[in-house]
């Protein structure tokens, strides 16, 4: 009962300031009034910091993910083995991802997710792929998002000179998660240090993503990632949450509760405040997608693919809907950017 106080008085205070670290960490053990205190209080930094604004993202034919690995990975880990690159455009060669973003940019698309498989360093092998991209972006209006991962600072450097976007990069914030589950002889601190060389090496945008629950269902280093990422500083901050999938290591491992990923994704809110923060793509379906989207609401501004029932419940709450055929690891500044060319197109 006196632990559940001093977390009541800690909500209190953080309205009016960022929380720490350590108190980041203490809020995982909020449950009953105060989880409900917690999420009223991430509702209200939002409405203060984002507004009563909800951006929707539908990455559809008009931004598709690529792979410039096909259906190859050398790490396989044990959330995916593979199984996402089966739904992406297989480009395995720089001239053949040149000729599908062309492609794509003549039938009107906004923009792609360049991806695919790892290497058994951790990142997307992109180093041959640097001149195709650059000539996407001098010779197409698309918007390119490139998957990264744990680059070295030759390869950051290619990917700023050759203009890319935004560059999305998967954060871990537990050593035995990179282990167990990416197979990785890497630490914590490699993560921390591949986020300052984006940003160091001239990426425009570096938005981090989370899997909440990565390991094996079980909550653990989340927090500790976000502290790395505070220190880096964002613009825009990522939650997805871990999917069983048939035929990899986590087929039958249960996902974390709905509530656990929400106050992970709360406690953001109240970690970084002006920060936009989604609620990505990937996440469980059906019933466990409904609850989850709907109490997301309290602490997002953002959401990808949103059930029609949270769209109706978004509109009760006096939410504006702002909808956008693309990924919603995008900043704001893109999105005029996407407006205007459908509209260009009479597709508004």
């Known amino acids: 009962m006196k632990e559940q106080k001093n977390l009541a008085a800690i909500l209190d205070q953080a309205l009016d300031r960022k929380i720490t670290f350590q108190e980041a960490q203490s809020l995982l053990e909020v449950e009953g009034e105060n989880l409900d205190k917690l999420l009223k209080v991430a509702r209200i930094i939002t409405d203060r910091e984002k507004g009563r604004i909800l951006h929707v993202y539908y990455p559809s034919r008009l931004f598709p993910s690529i792979s410039v690995t096909g259906r190859n990975c050398e790490l396989k880990c044990a959330h995916c083995n593979r199984h996402y690159l089966q739904h992406m455009i297989p480009a395995s060669t720089p001239d053949r991802l040149y000729q599908v973003c062309l492609d ?6 906004v923009g792609c997710l360049i991806s695919g498989g790892s290497t058994v360093q951790g990142y997307v092998p992109l180093e041959t792929y640097l001149d195709a991209i650059r000539r996407v972006k001098e010779n197409t209006d698309l918007i390119l998002n490139v998957h990264t991962g744990l680059l070295s600072w030759d390869l950051a450097v290619g990917l700023a000179k050759s203009n890319v976007d935004v560059a999305s990069i998967d954060v871990v914030g537990d050593n035995e998660t990179i282990t167990k589950v990416y197979g990785l002889n890497k630490t914590v601190e490699d993560y921390e240090k591949a ?3 984006h940003l160091q090496a001239g990426i425009r945008h570096v938005v981090p993503h989370i899997c909440v629950g ?3 269902g079980k909550i653990g280093g989340e927090i500790r990632a976000l502290e790395m990422i505070r220190r ?6 990522i939650f997805i949450t871990i999917i069983p999938t048939k035929g990899t290591l986590m087929e039958n491992v249960t996902p974390p509760s709905v509530e ?5 994704i709360a406690i953001a809110r109240l970690m970084f405040r002006d920060v936009s923060i989604s609620l990505g793509c990937m996440r469980p379906g059906g019933l466990r997608r409904r609850k989850l989207d709907h109490l997301a609401l309290h602490v997002v501004d953002r959401i990808a693919v949103p059930t029609s029932s949270t769209l109706r419940e978004a509109e009760d709450m006096g939410l504006k809907i702002e909808s956008y055929p693309s990924c919603c690891a995008l900043p704001s500044e893109f999105e005029f950017k996407i407006r205007n060319k459908l509209l260009k197109r009479g597709w508004f």
């Open 195 to 197: 986020l300052y060389t």
């Open 214 to 216: 990565l390991n094996f």
């Open 260 to 264: 656990a990923v929400v106050k992970v």
């Open 232 to 237: 880096v500083g964002t613009e825009l901050l």
């Open 104 to 109: 794509l940019h003549h039938e009107g698309a």
